[in-house]
């Protein structure tokens, strides 16, 4: 059983910098593609990144390449989303997801519907 728990959100000025936490207790968390997106009020779930099930590959939204880095921790079942330079655009609740277990990394990586399963979101708010 997959289930995936946010921390690491909060209030921060613009400009300034987050990172966000996905614990997984589940035992299959080395074999999937795993996934950060972001919902602003009003507005659809929109892709962030996502890492391949080794860390080999990572991809990003245009809108945050060179800003935000994604990255796993196998062993501790953790993925992470360093977030630096935020906008107060980029006020959102965060969410990760879980693809299914080996699914290929290369196909629909930004599609929600790739993704099985989702933590319930932190809350990042960047202040101007």
């Known amino acids: 059983q997959v289930q995936l728990v946010e921390s690491g959100g909060g209030l921060v000025q613009t400009g300034g910098s987050l990172r966000l936490s996905c614990a997984d207790s589940g035992r299959t968390f080395s074999s999937r593609l795993m996934g950060w997106f972001r919902q602003a009020p009003g507005k659809e779930r929109g892709f962030v990144a996502a890492?391949?099930?080794?860390?080999?590959?990572?991809y990003y939204a245009d809108s945050v390449k060179g800003r935000f880095t994604i990255s796993r921790d196998n062993a501790k079942n953790t993925v992470y989303l360093q977030m630096n330079n935020l906008e107060p655009e980029e006020t959102a609740v965060y969410y990760c997801a879980a693809a299914p277990e080996y699914y290929p990394g290369t196909r629909n990586y930004a599609q929600r519907g790739t993704y099985d399963y989702w933590g319930q979101g932190t809350q990042v708010t960047v202040s101007s």
């Open positions: 890492i391949t099930r080794r860390g080999s590959t990572t």
